[in-house]
């Protein structure tokens, strides 16, 4: 899934379970692997990987910023936000260089199942997890 995607997970996790810490590190860095079995569309095999890996990386970056500037999340709260995303930045600094990425977490490598769909469906779903997961934010009140 795109890293931002990601990020909002690892939120929702540390809104929802909050302490201790380490537990919370625990889930929002295994979230990564289930999220990466659902079907879903990755940029990295779109014609502009470039583009959309900005567009990854801008949205993940104002997703912290809200946290914490509007929301005022605890940083360490928010810091499983990039946690969760953290097995994505190899891919993601590839796609911003236009080259290919060396893919060390096991739900990247060959073979793993991971989830492939096309944009349209395979966008839905993500669309469907951020806003889940702004809604378990919300209820979290992790501020
Ligand atoms: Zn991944």
Known sequence: M?????????LAIAALVKEPVW???VLALGSHVPLDLIPHWDYTVSRHPIA??????VAG????LVCLLVLGMPWWLV????LSGAPDFDVLMAAIRGGEARHWFP?????FPHGKAGPL????VQVAVVA???VAILAGRPY
């Open 23 to 25: 537990l919370v590190a």
């Open 2 to 10: 795109w890293v931002v995607v990601h990020v909002y997970v690892g």
């Open 121 to 124: 469906l395979g966008v839905g």
């Open 61 to 64: 970056c104002a997703t912290l």
């Open 79 to 82: 810091a499983m936000g990039p």
């Open 132 to 134: 889940l997961c702004i």
């Open 52 to 57: 959309w890996g900005w567009v990854d990386f």
């Open 107 to 111: 739900s990247h490598w060959d073979r």
